[in-house]
């Protein structure tokens, strides 16, 4: 049966830790992770970077959490300052988060999937590689897309490389299209793949120079609508019906 923390247990914690942090620390420590966990998601979203400050093992909690509840807690933490928590995130937390943040509407957001991509590179290799892995093909296509021009070595012998164009292998060349961009994250990004899965960087790069935006916009929010359901949120038709506008003389009216 599992334990259940007792009430206010990660408040009295918190407060403990201003006066007696190692205390805070133990008390927390001998408790079960199945409890630490709920403990975590029962804290309100604003405190929860003290309460994982003061966890032993935060490695073994953060993989536990429920899927929105790690997208909660990194977005209330800061996507700058969560690199920490999606360190240790399993590849279906951190697809979820992207399903439940980087989305406007039908389409996804380019400074949510930039902020979202650039706390995936900074967490580390090992992270960056075990989302990109995981994450939609399609989105990643369009993430590229917007943001770097692809060019394919060719065998005519006139053949430049193009000016201001990095490459990785000799036969891709990609550039920004916006100085603005970080071309640090995208490099980073692309090394990590080629390195350790060239498939996927071959494909990656493939798709961006031959493949269409309205097609992987279709399809990554295909993907994305099954897995929503799957986590309990209503499809978006249904959605809309319940949330729609009413008129004044219809509220309160019990609808059919």
């Known amino acids: 049966m599992l334990e259940r923390p007792a009430p206010h247990a990660a408040r009295r914690l918190l407060d403990l830790a201003r006066t007696d942090r190692s205390a805070a620390q133990r008390a927390l420590a001998e408790l079960p992770i199945d409890v630490q966990v709920e403990l975590v998601c029962e804290t309100p979203v604003a405190r929860r970077a003290a309460l994982f400050e003061l966890l032993a093992e935060p490695e073994l909690v953060i993989p536990l959490l429920p899927e929105a509840e790690l997208c909660f807690t990194v977005k209330a933490v800061g996507l700058e300052s969560a690199s920490w928590l999606i360190a240790h995130a399993t590849p279906e937390q951190i697809v979820a988060c992207f399903d439940l943040d980087v989305w406007e ?17 900074e967490a580390g290799e090992e992270p960056l590689l075990r989302g990109l892995q995981a994450l939609d093909p399609e989105l990643l296509t369009l993430f590229l897309k917007a943001r770097v021009e692809v060019m394919l070595r060719t065998n005519d012998d006139d053949w430049q490389d193009p000016v201001g164009a990095e490459t990785l292998d000799g036969q891709f060349f990609f550039r920004t299209l916006d100085e603005g961009d970080d071309a640090a994250a995208i ?17 990656l790069l493939q798709s961006v120079i031959w493949e ?28 809309m019906n319940l949330y729609r506008y009413l008129p004044p003389e219809q509220r309160g009216v019990r609808q059919r």
């Open 212 to 239: 269409l935006a309205p097609e992987n916009e279709e399809w990554a929010l295909r993907w994305r609508a099954g897995r929503l359901e799957d986590m309990g949120f209503p499809p978006w038709e249904e959605a």
């Open 187 to 203: 490099i980073a990004l692309l090394r990590t793949l080629f390195e350790h899965d060239y498939w996927t960087y071959f494909r």
């Open 105 to 121: 509407g039908a389409l996804p957001d380019r400074r949510n999937l930039d902020g979202w991509i650039t706390a995936l590179v």
